[in-house]
Structure formats: C-alpha cells, structure tokens
Nanobody, 125 residues
Framework: QVQLVESGGGLVQPGGSLRLSCVAS????????MLWVRQAPGKGLEWVST???????DYADSVRGRVTISRDKAKNTLYLQLNSLKSEDTAGYCC???????????????????WGQGTQVTVTS
C-alpha cells in the first residue's frame, strides 16, 4: 500500500530555512504526481507545490520564489526546500500522491488521494 513519511520540520526563526523530506513507497514514485500541502492552525488545507510526472514544478503564489520542490528518484524521496521563512508559513506540512489537475473558475486544483502524517514547521522569533 501507499506509504508517505515526512520529516525535517522544526522550529526556525523568520528568514531561516528548512528542508522537508518525504519517503515514498507502494507506488511508482518516479512517474507520480507529488504534492506538498499544509494546514496552519485554525485554517483549511492549502496547496503549496506540485512536481509533475515529467518533473515540471508548480507553486502557490504565497510561496513562489521562496520554496523549491524536487525529488530523488533513486531514493524515492520528495523534498521541499523552504527559504526566507515567515511566521505565516507556520503549519503542518504533508506530502501527497496526486493524480492530476482540474481547472475550476480559472484556478488549478491538484487532485490527490494519499498523504502522510505530516511534519510541523513553526516559524517564530
């Protein structure tokens, strides 16, 4: 079965960096749609980034320019490099296995069907 295990979260000061990892198993990771989503305290799920089967990447406007998604196919591991962190980046971050994208009202909505337990990122001075 699909397993996704995240790590790398922690406590960091504003302006700092973290690299999140997600080890995947149970499916063909190298050609999968993979996503990072996050949930801040008291808020709903927010899509952060996607890497598509051909390794094209996409980012939410709130993180574009500060975040990089990548994958190591030999290690079946997905990464999210977070730079210039802000307090509003505080959230639980989950990786997810996706299966495509839909366009609703002109906005893209990435579809996913499995996700991990998440890793907490807290940005505070």
């Amino acid at each position: 079965q699909v397993q996704l295990v995240e790590s790398g979260g922690g406590l960091v000061q504003p302006g700092g960096s973290l690299r999140l990892s997600c080890v995947a198993s149970g499916f063909t990771f190298a050609s999968a749609w993979m996503l990072w989503v996050r949930q801040a305290p008291g808020k709903g799920l927010e899509w952060v980034s996607t890497i598509k089967p051909g390794d094209e990447t996409d980012y939410a406007d709130s993180v574009r320019g500060r975040v990089t998604i990548s994958r190591d196919k030999a290690k079946n591991t997905l990464y999210l490099q977070l730079n210039s962190l802000k307090s509003e980046d505080t959230a639980g971050y989950c990786c997810a296995k996706g299966y495509g994208v839909a366009y609703v009202g002109g906005k893209r909505q990435y579809k996913y069907d499995d996700w991990g337990q998440g890793t907490q990122v807290t940005v505070t001075s």
